[in-house]
């Protein structure tokens, strides 16, 4: 028991964060790897790895086919350059924390072991599931081999630099990548000499005045960047998507501002997903509560006044996620399921 404590305190000391938000993190159940890289696992990987609640999968596995028992949920960076209103994360200033988390570190890690310790963790993580009558011997059998991760945990994936090489990595090991990034950093983009499987853009607002309320940025002129962005995005040579977080009374306002992002960003697919008042959401300097939940009847509602107004077709939702899925078009729709699992 010493040797792993010394080994756990060994691991959170190279985190590039002060070691006091490195422990908080850790005790929510991230698994850090080397200075900058994450991993949790997911509620829908525990919950698709028991018998008991096997059919519970995640939005991904209903809307394009992946697997939530062999995905690796983890970022390649816990810092941010916004702070959005509605996400779960741990954001510094609001828990006391003095760290500057868009400073760039003096070394980043090597992309294949990031890799290498993201499956690692992985394996460590879901090894707890064996144990017990309820586990899934199969789905626990095939989890020991992923086959997607998604770079969407925490904070901005893209602010690592070798972002290409370590998605090249993944390929090679015949894992599929989903990337979200919240599409402020337009020269990474350009630099992104591999693209994700699937890459997301998070879409905090219909427009400059909302999106000052919600995605609080760090930097300056980021609402400029975010359509820069979407003009390079419209263009990549890979599936794309948006994601909406629609919390009542917030963002969940004009659908016209939304459906010209969407027209300016041409996505494959357009997440429409409602908030979830949970993690770091509930701090009370966010000003949000329960009230700011939308019913799955009202994101299906605006999901589809959006898809009024973009020219987009409704072609399926997750209810316990309370996300509904648009797509361009009807090849969109036939296309949507991933084939690229081992």
């Given amino acids: 028991m010493a040797r792993q404590a010394a080994q756990r305190q060994q691991a959170l000391e190279q985190v590039h964060m002060p070691i006091e938000l490195t422990r908080k993190m850790a005790d929510q159940g991230y698994h850090f790897i080397g200075r900058h890289s994450a991993t949790k696992i997911c509620s829908y990987t525990a919950s698709s790895l028991k018998k008991s609640t096997r059919g519970r999968t995640c939005y991904k596995h209903r809307f394009y086919g992946i697997r939530s028992w062999r995905c690796i949920q983890a970022t390649t960076a816990v810092g941010c350059n916004l702070a959005c209103s509605f996400c779960w994360r741990i954001i510094p200033e609001e828990e006391g924390f003095k760290w500057n988390e868009i400073n760039a570190i003096e070394e980043w890690d090597d992309p294949a072991e990031i890799v290498d310790g993201l499956v690692r963790e992985h394996r460590r993580i879901v090894s707890g599931y064996r144990g017990g009558g309820d586990a899934d011997v199969d789905r626990w059998n095939e989890a020991q081999e992923p086959a997607h991760v998604a770079l969407s945990l925490t904070g901005e994936p893209m ?63 980021a609402w400029d960047s975010f359509n820069e962005f979407l003009s390079v995005f419209s263009g990549l ?44 959401a509930r701090n009370d300097k966010r000003g949000l509560s329960h009230l700011n939940i939308p019913e799955m009847d009202e994101v299906q509602a605006f999901a589809q006044e959006i898809a009024d107004k973009s020219g987009y077709i409704v072609v399926d939702y997750h209810k316990s996620s309370k996300v509904v899925l648009l797509c361009a078009d009807k090849e969109s729709a036939r296309s949507r399921i991933i084939r690229f699992e081992k």
């Fill in 159 to 221: 602010f690592y630099p070798r972002l290409g090489e370590l998605i090249e990595e993944f390929h090679k090991r015949k894992i599929s990548t989903f990337l979200v990034t919240n599409g402020t950093m337009v020269q990474a983009l350009k630099r992104l000499n591999t693209l994700p499987t699937q890459l997301y853009v998070s879409v905090q607002a219909p427009n400059s005045e909302v999106y000052g309320r919600v995605a609080r940025a760090k930097t300056l002129n």
């Fill in 237 to 280: 040579a890979t599936r794309r998507v948006f994601r909406l977080t629609l919390m009542r009374g917030v963002n969940m306002v004009d659908a016209h501002g939304y459906a010209k992002l969407i027209m300016k960003g041409r996505p494959h697919y357009v997440e429409v997903k409602g908030f979830a008042y949970v993690g770091g």
